[in-house]
């Protein structure tokens, strides 16, 4: 592939997505927090690290950071934020025309933000979160919503052809991240009241494997029934999304609704069901332990 290309980011999801990149033919310039962490990831998929952000830039036509929210992107990409350990950022060595496709998931206006700062040094962003969880990024299966010019998105769309199934152009730039949170606030919802029903269905002495045949068969089907319901009942909160995240993006979608004047009272109420999760010491867990809360309001366990 001609295109160089460059990955900032290389945790759960990043790591995943970056080795689909070079399984399609893509050379990568790969940079991450903890050095030791793309060093293994280089040693293994083959790829250059870089030692900042700034030399990813340097060495690159196009620039993707998957990281875990908006401080550490403008960290990364404009030496501001979260920058921990500080490094020089993308913009401090961007050439003019670099595309930076960030897939992190962060609120619609600081992507904006952090756009207009970039296009002061010539240099273009795609907002492109996605969706899928870790299994999805490993197969390359993921979703992604991206928002940006269409020239932007149609040059980012070989790297997303890569690591996706489902790719969207869902609208100008910060529209990928509303279409992100929108999905992650219903997603956190929807996990709750899986919670909720077998919990009912537990006290009101109903077969539980029934309960789920049944919901999964009909119109109380859900992906989080399939995804979240056996984990939530086996208590294994082995980490796919962890519950901090997901906090973070119903905050988020929260703040966004409501400076708009769109009221989501759901999403607040499982707000605060996440966040006493994470006031118990879960946040790093996967988000089905907000059964955790919901067992202690009910005073039974699955």
């Known amino acids: 592939m001609s295109e160089r290309v460059g990955f900032i980011g290389l945790g759960i999801m990043g790591s995943r997505m970056a080795a689909n990149l070079r399984r399609a033919g893509f050379e990568l310039t790969v940079f991450n927090r903890t050095r030791r962490t793309a060093e293994d990831w280089a040693a293994e998929h083959g790829a250059r690290v870089a030692s900042s952000p700034a030399e990813v830039a340097a060495e690159c036509d196009t620039v993707i950071t998957m990281v875990v929210d908006g401080a550490q992107v403008e960290g990364v990409l404009l030496g501001t934020g979260d920058a ?3 490094a020089p950022a993308v913009r401090d060595s961007a050439r003019d025309g670099l595309l930076c496709v960030d897939m992190s998931t962060i609120a619609p206006s600081q992507a904006r933000r952090i756009a207009a700062a970039l296009a002061e040094r ?4 795609v907002d492109a979160p996605v969706t899928g969880s870790a299994p999805r990024a490993e197969d390359g299966t993921l979703t992604i919503m991206a928002g940006g010019a269409t020239e932007d998105y ?10 996706g199934e489902l790719v969207l152009h869902v609208g100008p730039l910060g529209q990928g991240q509303m279409v992100k949170l929108i999905n992650n ?5 929807n996990a709750a009241t899986v919670g909720q029903a077998l919990l ?3 006290r009101t002495g109903v077969d539980l494997d029934a309960l789920e045949r049944v919901m999964a068969a009909g119109s109380g089907g859900s992906a ?3 995804l979240k319901g056996p984990a939530m009942r086996a208590h294994d909160y082995t980490t796919l999304f962890k519950l901090e995240h997901m906090l973070k993006d119903v905050r988020l979608c929260l703040e966004e609704g409501q400076a708009a004047g769109a009221p989501f009272p759901f999403a607040a109420l499982v707000r605060e069901v996440l966040t006493a999760a994470r006031g118990r010491g879960l946040g790093g867990e996967d988000f089905a332990a907000l059964i ?10 699955l």
């Open 200 to 202: 009912v269905g537990r």
């Open 292 to 301: 955790e809360v919901l067992e202690a309001t009910s005073g039974i366990r």
């Open 185 to 189: 606030a219903v997603a956190a919802v």
């Open 224 to 226: 989080m029934l399939e």
């Open 84 to 86: 921990d350990p500080p």
């Open 154 to 163: 149609d040059r980012a769309r070989p790297l997303f052809a890569a690591m």
């Open 122 to 125: 010539g240099v273009r962003l």
